[in-house]
């Protein structure tokens, strides 16, 4: 148990995010890089908590308008109409494509959320210095960086089931405002997986002080 608990921050040692070997910066606290792949080296990735949150903030933020904003707008000779990915879920919400109803519901809709809800669970708890279910959290942590690269999915799933469903003759199809929002969501929820230090789970109370140091 207290091997676990021994970090290479405290033994003045570093992890390249890049290359993965593990050094010893100088001890005067300037930039130091690894020797290897030249990367940076940071004990902790600087401000990763005040980052991620404004990141996850900005992502719900975007949120709001990415759901109430068509993503699909359709021209017929009769005239257009617009949905939302909502409204497009239950269109398509049919006894022969409720399959596909229920992977635009969760790629869209649940998913982003799922994420940022996710982010938030976590900075929470290392804001907290809780030192419960670590190891959980750091899966947590893993599968939210796995699902993230299949996020840009979310934008196509959406778009173009939709599309490919209800193309008939005589009509397109653009898409809405809606879309730029959702992939606002997705790329910022991306940029703050990044800026998430994982390492931060391990931090104890007592010793924050020096991680953010
Ligand atoms: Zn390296």
Same mark, same amino acid.
């Given at each position: 148990m207290s091997a676990a608990l021994v970090r290479a921050m405290s033994l003045g040692l570093a992890g390249c995010e890049v290359c993965g070997l593990v050094s010893r910066p100088p001890p005067d606290g300037g930039a130091a890089h690894c020797p290897r792949c030249g990367e940076r080296l940071h004990?902790?990735?600087?401000?990763s908590i005040e980052r991620t949150w404004a990141l996850v903030i900005a992502a719900l933020i975007l949120y709001v308008p990415a759901n109430l904003l068509p993503v699909l707008s359709t021209y017929t000779p009769l005239g257009a109409e617009t949905a939302t990915i909502m409204e497009g879920v239950v269109e398509l &919400?049919?006894?022969?494509s409720w399959p596909l109803a229920i992977i635009v519901f969760v790629a869209s809709i649940t998913i982003p959320l799922g994420k940022l809800i996710a982010l938030a669970y976590l900075l929470i708890s290392v804001q907290r210095g809780s030192v419960r279910s670590t190891g959980q959290r750091v899966r947590l942590y893993r599968m939210v960086r796995f699902i993230g690269r299949w996020s840009m999915l979310d934008v196509f799933v959406d778009t173009f089931v939709v599309a490919l469903i209800q193309l008939r003759p005589l009509m397109w199809v653009e898409p809405g405002a809606g879309v730029i929002f959702f992939a606002g969501v997705v790329v910022l929820t991306m940029v703050a997986v990044n800026c998430f $230090?994982?390492?931060?789970? &391990? $931090?104890?109370p007592q010793q924050e002080k020096q991680g953010n140091a």
């Open positions: 004990f902790r990735r600087p401000a &919400w049919s006894p022969s $230090d994982p390492r931060l789970i &391990w $931090d104890l």
